[in-house]
């Protein structure tokens, strides 16, 4: 009975709450290393948008063909175990990938400027802080305009990274649902000689990356000048 209750109260806090993800591969090296385990948030985009720089795990499914994911275990009882350890962080997921948020919905990315720097609307990212010592931002040229509702998402260790750049003939262009999005990877919980929190670096913060975002807004406010002039002369005349 205790273990039945543990196992239903841990498929309550998985399906809802927080889950433990196994790192299985170097792509988000060396912000996260192979067998590391991270906790996730899914809560967290309840109360907010996915943000560029956030590290999130998703669901390939529909939007990733899934070549570099394991097969599905034949055996029911191998499965049960392969759930129980997904749902512990003790083996990947089926489908679930690790990475980092660059463009959201609006945003164009693009790779790269004469610096050899990922833009996102034209500001260029200073990626320094996580980048894999001696990656080059890309190695691939790139030119990305992320449909709303949708993700443009890299790995830090670039030159291993199967990415939204190696992606762009699956189904979205590379790009991936939010509503794939399982939630945000924000803490190192093993091995606890890494433990530390994930956050956003600060070259997200710039505010001329935020442009895509504020350009609906803005063309809104330009539009309604004409009306409030008119309006004005209007009422003078009257």
């Not at 609307?121 to 990305?144: K, R």
């Not at 750049?165 to 000689?193: K, M, N, Y």
């Amino acid at each position: 009975m205790l273990v039945v209750v543990a196992l239903l109260l841990a498929l309550v806090v998985k399906t809802f709450v927080l889950q433990a993800f196994y790192i299985p591969s170097e792509s988000m090296e060396n912000t996260l290393l192979t067998n590391d385990r991270v906790l996730v948030n899914k809560l967290v985009y309840h109360t907010r948008d996915v943000e560029r720089g956030d590290v999130v795990v998703f669901s390939g499914t529909d939007s990733w063909d899934g070549r570099d994911t394991p097969e599905e275990p034949a055996n029911p009882v191998a499965a049960f175990f392969r759930w129980v350890g997904t749902a512990f962080g003790v083996v990947p997921g089926q489908k679930d990938y690790i990475k980092r948020v660059i463009g959201v919905g609006g945003d164009t990315v693009t790779c790269c400027d004469a610096k050899g720097r990922v833009t996102v609307n034209g500001t260029a990212l200073d990626e320094s802080s996580y980048l894999y010592p001696g990656n080059v931002p890309s190695q691939t040229f790139f030119a990305a305009k992320v449909p709303q509702g949708r993700l443009w998402v890299m790995g830090d260790h670039r030159q291993v990274s199967l990415d939204s750049r190696e992606h762009t003939a699956d189904p979205g262009g590379g790009t991936i649902p939010v509503d794939q999005v399982v939630g945000r990877a924000f803490l190192i919980v093993w091995p606890f000689s890494r433990a530390t929190t994930l956050s956003i670096p600060e070259t997200f913060a710039q505010p001329a990356a935020a442009l895509a975002g504020a350009a609906p807004a803005m063309a809104g406010f330009a539009g309604a000048l004409p009306l409030v002039w008119l309006r004005r002369r209007w009422l003078a005349r009257r």
